[in-house]
Protein backbone atom coordinates (compact mmCIF):
# COMPACT_ATOMS: atom_id res chain seq x y z
CA UNK A 1 0.00 0.00 0.00
CA UNK A 2 1.58 3.42 -0.99
CA UNK A 3 0.55 4.92 2.40
CA UNK A 4 3.05 3.05 4.42
CA UNK A 5 6.23 3.87 1.76
CA UNK A 6 8.00 7.16 2.88
CA UNK A 7 7.88 9.56 5.55
CA UNK A 8 4.84 12.17 5.33
CA UNK A 9 5.36 15.21 6.84
CA UNK A 10 3.19 18.18 8.01
CA UNK A 11 3.61 21.50 7.12
CA UNK A 12 5.27 24.18 9.76
CA UNK A 13 2.13 26.37 9.68
CA UNK A 14 -0.04 23.68 11.16
CA UNK A 15 -1.58 24.51 14.58
CA UNK A 16 -5.05 22.89 14.65
CA UNK A 17 -3.86 19.52 13.26
CA UNK A 18 -6.14 19.88 10.35
CA UNK A 19 -3.67 20.25 7.93
CA UNK A 20 -1.54 18.79 4.07
CA UNK A 21 0.57 16.57 4.24
CA UNK A 22 3.20 15.98 1.82
CA UNK A 23 6.30 13.22 1.21
CA UNK A 24 8.49 13.99 -1.28
CA UNK A 25 9.98 10.97 -3.41
CA UNK A 26 9.87 10.48 -7.19
CA UNK A 27 7.30 12.08 -7.24
CA UNK A 28 5.47 15.14 -4.80
CA UNK A 29 2.47 13.47 -3.12
CA UNK A 30 -0.20 15.31 -0.68
CA UNK A 31 -2.69 14.56 2.02
CA UNK A 32 -5.53 15.78 4.07
CA UNK A 33 -3.96 15.16 7.61
CA UNK A 34 -7.78 14.15 9.18
CA UNK A 35 -8.09 11.72 6.26
CA UNK A 36 -4.45 10.10 5.96
CA UNK A 37 -6.17 6.40 4.34
CA UNK A 38 -8.24 8.41 2.18
CA UNK A 39 -6.66 8.66 -1.59
CA UNK A 40 -4.42 11.43 -2.10
CA UNK A 41 -3.02 13.41 -5.02
CA UNK A 42 0.27 13.05 -6.73
CA UNK A 43 2.45 15.57 -9.33
CA UNK A 44 5.86 15.88 -10.41
CA UNK A 45 8.34 17.58 -8.32
CA UNK A 46 8.69 19.98 -11.90
CA UNK A 47 4.61 20.66 -11.84
CA UNK A 48 4.45 21.12 -7.85
CA UNK A 49 7.09 23.59 -8.58
CA UNK A 50 5.14 25.40 -11.41
CA UNK A 51 2.42 25.31 -8.83
CA UNK A 52 4.01 26.80 -6.02
CA UNK A 53 5.49 29.68 -8.03
CA UNK A 54 2.12 30.26 -9.46
CA UNK A 55 0.91 30.66 -5.84
CA UNK A 56 3.34 32.78 -4.96
CA UNK A 57 2.94 35.10 -7.77
CA UNK A 58 -0.97 35.32 -7.38
CA UNK A 59 -0.35 36.34 -3.60
CA UNK A 60 1.25 39.26 -4.34
CA UNK A 61 -1.96 40.36 -6.22
CA UNK A 62 -4.54 39.61 -3.47
Keep these: MIHSRG???????????????FRAQERVHLR???????RHVSCTADAWGRFIEY????????
Design 32 to 38: DSKFPLV
Design 55 to 62: VKSSKSSL
Design 7 to 21: IWKKSSYSESGACLE
